[in-house]
């Protein structure tokens, strides 16, 4: 399917555990982003990659790391999960008109 | 750390009515700015992008930007029960090497039959 895929959908968690989140993109887009959302915070950018093995920092990114080896791959991994991390997470590529599209989302809860 | 402002609500509306909802920002040097809906439980999905003063209208919806002013707004003509939502205002920064957006925290609109 063309799109934006995130994967899983739902997780649950413990802490310190390592949990990775996967997103993929049929688009060939150059840029992609994690956010993640909280009631009362909106949507906040943990990482972005404007290409292939170029990631940078978001203003919530500790305790992430990301990788983009391919254009169309951009996991997310919390490598040692809290309680804190508890949220939903939404992946997005964005196209040449800067229009970003998101994916369905991951909820994760870490008990 | 640029900021993007709304009013959470919920901002509640008679079917058929206008919503207007507002946002301000804090970079006075944004040019780009969007619209999103998201419904609950869903993804964000744009409405609409404006990147000039003045009014842009697509269907029932008109934004509206003033950059002098730091605001944009987004009006909905012919309000429906499905336009409840929460709407969130996007603005593109720049950082030196990229571009991204920041997002308010959104306004939650009802259209109450």
């Known amino acids: 399917d063309a799109g934006i895929t995130q994967s899983p959908r739902y997780k649950i968690t413990e802490t310190g555990r390592q949990v990775t989140l996967m997103c993929h993109q049929t688009w060939s887009h150059s840029y992609m982003f994690w956010y993640r959302q909280d009631l009362g915070h909106g949507l906040r950018l943990i990482y972005y990659s404007a290409a292939a093995d170029i990631t940078d920092k978001g203003e919530v990114s500790d305790g992430y790391v990301v990788s983009r080896s391919k254009t169309e791959n951009f996991p997310l991994t919390l490598e040692s999960a809290t309680r804190s991390q508890t949220s939903v997470y939404f992946c997005?590529?964005?196209?040449?008109?800067?229009?970003?599209?998101f994916g369905a989302g991951t909820r994760l809860s870490v008990l | 750390q640029k900021e993007v402002e709304q009013n959470s609500g919920p901002l509640s509306v008679p079917e058929g009515a206008i919503a207007s909802l507002n946002c301000t920002y804090s970079d006075r040097g944004s040019q780009s700015f969007f619209w999103y809906r998201q419904y609950s439980g869903k993804s964000p999905e744009l409405i609409m992008s404006i990147y000039s003063n003045g009014d842009k209208e697509d269907g029932r919806f008109t934004a509206q930007l003033n950059k002098a002013s730091q605001y944009v707004s987004l009006l909905i003509r012919d309000s429906q029960p499905s336009d409840s939502a929460t709407y969130l205002c996007a603005v593109k920064e720049f950082t030196g090497t990229a571009s991204k957006l920041t997002f308010g925290t959104g306004t939650r609109l009802q259209v109450t039959l």
């Open positions: 997005a590529s964005r196209d040449q008109e800067n229009i970003q599209y």
